[in-house]
Each structure stands twice: as structure tokens, then as C-alpha cells.
């Protein structure tokens, strides 16, 4: 698991700059039983509509091309709160 680890770290860090470039950005969380890689997106991402579609259309299919062995990659960033 440790060697996935880094390869997932490694591929997560190539895919970087293109959030950094629209003023986000991604936290490695854990890679649990399944082989589900689970992400916190941050800055702009953290609170962006289109996150989860930047996630899965994204960040997991570059993952899942990378490393074949990941099967899913989970967004595990906190819902915004409003305060109204």
C-alpha cells in the first residue's frame, strides 16, 4: 500500500499546477481497503460548483491512468457553510 501511496502522491503532484492555476488546490487524505484515493480540495476548489466534476472527470481519471489500481477517488472537502 505504501508503494501505491507514493505513486498516487507522485501522479496527484503532476496534475497540480492545473488547479493551482485556476487558485486551488488539492490535500492527499488517505487511500483506504478499496483502493479509494480520498482527496480535500482547497482554495478555489474547496468552494467551486464544479468541483466535484473537476474530481471525477479530472483529478480521477488522470489517478486511474496513472495507477490502475486506484478505483475511485472521493471528494472528503466540507460542505461550504453558509451563514444567513
Do not use: W, Y
Amino acid at each position: 500500500m505504501e508503494e501505491l501511496e507514493a505513486k498516487v502522491k507522485e501522479a496527484l503532484d503532476a496534475f497540480r499546477p492545473q488547479l493551482q492555476a485556476d487558485g486551488g488546490d488539492m490535500e492527499f487524505l488517505s487511500i483506504d481497503e478499496q483502493k479509494r484515493v480520498h482527496l480535500k480540495l482547497t482554495g478555489a476548489c474547496g468552494s467551486c460548483p464544479m468541483a466535484t466534476m473537476t474530481l471525477k472527470m479530472g483529478v480521477e481519471q488522470f489517478l486511474k491512468d496513472a495507477c490502475p489500481e486506484v478505483t475511485e477517488v472521493v471528494n472528503d472537502t466540507p460542505a461550504p457553510e453558509f451563514g444567513f
